[in-house]
């Protein structure tokens, strides 16, 4: 890829499209977002949420970071994701966990589909226990009305007893002293230090716009001796009061909020909201 303004995207060739994000991260993402403490907590949390041996649909499955550990507490996992550099890097894993010297780990076996989640017709047509969009998953949309759309078809997805989880962080509605609307540290145009190494630097370039809430932004790496390399990518922040009312409308109603995956009570200084939501009952 070729470089020039990091959002002239015409001038790299590249598109903003639902796989951009999967196509700009995947072969570094396991390295740059391994399994930490919250990768944890949230796998306990996601199991307590399922019933043994249930089944669980993860939107925008990746590299496997949470599926995996789903499927190895024996639940059934069916991922989808947009970008098929996503699925290489999680078929690539999935084989690793299953190795004979992975200790005693069980083989896992994860379903794959490749499809865009504001896409209806994309979706499995069965219905899960569990439907997961973590990690911020419902932005990378970044459409409003796709966004809906995603979670109208994640309501459609669940049995009757069914969960809704999504994560994502909190953007407020605009107001004159806050014209982004964000509780987060990406402004209107801003450039962050993400990495310095003896070797290089990784920043990140954004631009938002207040109007529409949409953040077009780049990881930008400069190695020595080689190219700079520019990984595009776009999100729409959600207010909480955008999501609960797509909720509402697709028949759902929430359960309980946290505002992280270690069970923090949510308040309004939070950066973060794990939304649950269930089927409204009749």
């Known amino acids: 890829m070729t470089t020039g303004h990091p959002f002239d995207l015409e001038a790299t060739g590249e598109r903003f499209d639902a796989g951009t994000y999967g196509r700009s991260f995947a072969d570094v993402y396991d390295r740059w977002y391994p399994s930490d403490e919250a990768t944890v907590a949230s796998v306990d949390r996601l199991c307590a949420l399922a019933p043994t041996g249930g089944t669980v649909l993860e939107l925008g499955i990746g590299t496997g970071r949470l599926a995996i550990p789903l499927a190895e507490r024996g639940l059934i996992v069916t991922g989808m994701d947009a970008s098929p550099e996503m699925l290489d890097a999680l078929r690539l894993n999935v084989a690793h966990a299953g190795r004979a010297d992975a200790g005693d780990r069980p083989v896992v076996d994860i379903g794959a589909v490749l499809g865009d989640v504001a896409v209806p017709g994309d979706w499995p047509a069965d219905r899960f226990d569990l439907v997961v969009a973590t990690n911020n998953l419902l932005l990378n949309v970044a459409e409003g009305s796709a966004q809906q759309r995603c979670i109208t078809r994640a309501a459609a997805a669940l049995v009757t007893d069914g969960h809704l989880v999504v994560e994502m962080i909190v953007a407020r509605p605009f107001d004159a002293d806050d014209p982004t609307g964000l509780r987060h540290d990406v402004g209107v145009k801003e450039v962050a230090v993400r990495e310095v190494g003896p070797d290089g630097v990784v920043l990140i370039v954004t631009d938002t716009d207040p109007t529409t809430r949409v953040v077009t932004a ?3 790496e400069l190695r020595h001796g080689e190219p700079v390399h520019l990984r595009p990518w ?17 028949g759902l109603e929430l359960e309980s909020r946290w505002s992280d995956w270690l069970s923090t009570p949510f308040d309004a200084t939070a950066t973060e909201a794990i939304s649950i939501y269930r089927p409204r009952p009749g």
Not at 242 to 248: F, N, P, S, T
Request: glycine residues 4%; charged residues 35%; aromatic residues 4%.
């Open 218 to 220: 780049a990881h930008v």
């Open 234 to 250: 776009r999100v729409r922040l959600v207010t909480l009061d955008e999501l609960d009312g797509w909720a509402d409308e697709a």
